[in-house]
């Protein structure tokens, strides 16, 4: 018997690592239709462990979504305003879960929007029982591998401004001390040691030192 969530003020939990598909899952399905609502209980029966949370409205819905924190979100829209739409798109980059969305009808600009928005499956007039398990586990496997790339895009980003504040950092040392690159280098790297620091530590509070110097 699937549960009801209630609202809740709570601000938006913070961003997890996502879930496997055949793992234990609480799933909210949000549709305004009980009888729609059904056909999804029925197709996500066959995941094994489920807890079904049905959110009937969409009114508070990021708080109750916060307050409920589901593996997954299954939204189901009959006929979607643009604006209703929207708002589920940005529901959608807040929660940071794989969300599946059924519409009955769309149009390109909107499934546009639906790919920015990070929607992870975007099903079109599909809302059939036995799909919902395969499209589930699907939107799982696309955020976890979408997920991967954002963290692996963030890495590279962090490590490209780590050199770049390395090189700073080299370069004020061997001006104002006449050294090499290889011996401002091998500095940063002493100083690193002797006081159990990253390098990129000892690079930023130089250059902020210069900075404050002018």
């Known amino acids: 018997m699937p549960d009801r969530a209630t609202p809740s003020s709570a601000s938006p939990a913070p961003a997890s690592p996502g879930p496997s598909p055949g793992e234990s899952l609480t ?9 729609r609502a ?43 305003s643009r604006d ?6 940005g529901v959608s ?21 639906a790919v920015d928005a ?15 398990k395969p499209i589930i586990e699907i939107a799982i496997l ?17 490590e490209l401004a780590d050199r770049k504040l390395i090189e700073r950092a080299k370069g004020i040392l061997m001006s104002a001390k006449g050294l090499t690159e290889d011996e401002a280098y091998k ?12 390098i990129v530590d000892i690079a930023r509070a130089i250059v902020t030192a210069a900075d404050l110097l002018g």
Do not use: W
């Open 27 to 35: 799933i909210a399905v949000v549709d305004p239709s009980r009888a």
């Open 38 to 80: 059904a056909i999804l209980e029925e197709g996500l029966r066959a995941v094994e462990g489920a807890r079904v949370v049905v959110i009937p409205d969409t009114a508070d819905l990021l708080d109750r979504l916060s307050a409920l924190s589901p593996d997954v979100v299954v939204i189901h829209l009959e006929s979607p």
């Open 84 to 89: 209703l739409l929207e708002q589920m798109f």
């Open 93 to 113: 980059r807040l929660v940071e879960r794989p969300v599946a969305m059924f519409v009955d009808r769309t149009d390109a600009p909107m499934m546009q929007a």
């Open 118 to 132: 990070g929607i992870s499956a975007y099903i079109v007039d599909g809302l059939r029982a036995e799909r919902i």
């Open 142 to 158: 696309r955020f976890n591998a979408f997920a991967r790339l954002q963290r692996e895009l963030s890495e590279a980003k962090s």
């Open 187 to 198: 500095q940063l790297r002493r100083k690193a040691m002797n006081e159990k620091r990253k």
